[in-house]
T-cell receptor, first 114, second 114 residues
Framework: AQTVTQSQPEMSVQEAETVTLSCTYDTSESNYYLFWYKQPPSRQMILVIRQEAYKQQNATENRFSVNFQKAAKSFSLKISDSQLGDTAMYFCAFMTPRARQLTFGSGTQLTVLP | ETGVTQSPTHLIKTRGQQVTLRCSSQSGHNTVSWYQQALGQGPQFIFQYYREEENGRGNFPPRFSGLQFPNYSSELNVNALELDDSALYLC?????????????FGPGTRLTVL
């Protein structure tokens, strides 16, 4: 079974600064996908970024980037130039083609301070 | 392009009752997954439907059941409601026979069991 661990229940960052959210996972699979989802108070789960395990290059989406360390089973999210709208719960998630389901971590509540 | 929609937004039931939650998938998507998100936790996978057939199931009892219709919309049914069933129920749609790649979430249904 796969597990996803987010060890930071809460974090805060000043507006315009950079913050990194941590995520580790455990699996015996070699082919899988990793995701970061954002859930603001509106409850809508929004995909932030996706990484395919067979790609060595770290994914980047505008101000969001990941540091994917496959050997260490680590998948951290870096948010640059933090904005007030980034305030949300962030979930790390894992999926394999075989399991066909998203396994989520417990989440990190990020607050961006003005 | 129409996003994922869910109804109702909120629902209050009493223990022992039955409930049906509904989900309309994003245009062009043929796979629907359901998740339960208890307060303060990450979503837990309930099951997935692809072309009207169950395509994977998480660790939930048989009183959680579902349907997918020819237009790819879906229902989640829960019988004999228990207090612990109180949660946010999320529906996600995706394209592909195994839900590979991004899953796009609806806004959720908040179920309260009294």
């Amino acid at each position: 079974a796969q597990t996803v661990t987010q060890s930071q229940p809460e974090m805060s960052v000043q507006e315009a600064e950079t913050v990194t959210l941590s995520c580790t996972y455990d699996t015996s699979e070699s082919n899988y996908y990793l995701f970061w989802y954002k859930q603001p108070p509106s409850r809508q789960m929004i995909l932030v970024i996706r990484q395919e395990a067979y790609k060595q290059q770290n994914a980047t989406e505008n101000r969001f980037s990941v540091n994917f360390q496959k050997a260490a089973k680590s998948f951290s999210l870096k948010i640059s130039d933090s904005q007030l709208g980034d305030t949300a719960m962030y979930f790390c998630a894992f999926m394999t083609p075989r399991a066909r389901q998203l396994t989520f971590g417990s989440g990190t509540q990020l607050t961006v301070l003005p | 392009e129409t996003g994922v929609t869910q109804s109702p937004t909120h629902l209050i039931k009493t223990r022992g009752q039955q409930v049906t939650l509904r989900c309309s998938s994003q245009s062009g998507h043929n796979t629907v997954s359901w998740y339960q998100q208890a307060l303060g936790q990450g979503p837990q996978f309930i099951f997935q439907y692809y072309r009207e057939e169950e395509n994977g199931r998480g660790n939930f009892p048989p009183r959680f059941s579902g349907l997918q219709f020819p237009n790819y919309s879906s229902e989640l049914n829960v019988n004999a409601l228990e207090l612990d069933d109180s949660a946010l129920y999320l529906c996600a749609s995706s394209l592909g026979d195994r839900g590979l790649g991004e899953q796009f979430f609806g806004p959720g249904t908040r179920l309260t069991v009294l």
